[in-house]
């Protein structure tokens, strides 16, 4: 079914699937600081580079981040920065629940 026919919470649910695993959400903190080498994430995230090739796919799939090749090289970015700002939201919405759960025990 084309996209447009689907509904938008299907389409929402399709978008949070896709954010749903902890190397993608590290990918995308990492490039809301700036666009990285291939090499550099792999530095900075414990995976194989198999793991983390598949992982960029799905987000590039996604249309959450684009690849950039310089010869030998292949740069990541984000297509939009409105990613930092759904970052940012997660973060805030994870604070609160934390700083509740913490009250409710204490």
Excluded at 5 to 24: D, S
Excluded at 31 to 57: F, G, M, T
Excluded at 74 to 88: M, N
């Amino acid at each position: 079914m084309p996209s447009m026919q689907r509904p938008l919470y299907q389409m929402k649910a399709e978008f949070f699937k896709t954010l749903g695993h902890p190397v993608r959400i590290r990918v995308l903190e990492l490039l809301s600081a700036r666009p990285h080498l291939v090499s550099e994430l792999l530095e900075e995230i414990d995976v194989e580079a198999a793991n983390l090739s598949q992982q960029l796919s799905v987000l590039r799939r996604a249309g959450l981040v684009r690849a950039n090749r310089t010869g030998l090289s292949v740069t990541y970015e984000l297509t939009s920065p409105q990613v930092v700002e759904l970052l940012a939201a997660a973060r805030a919405i994870l604070t609160g629940v934390v700083a509740g759960q913490v009250e409710a025990l204490g």
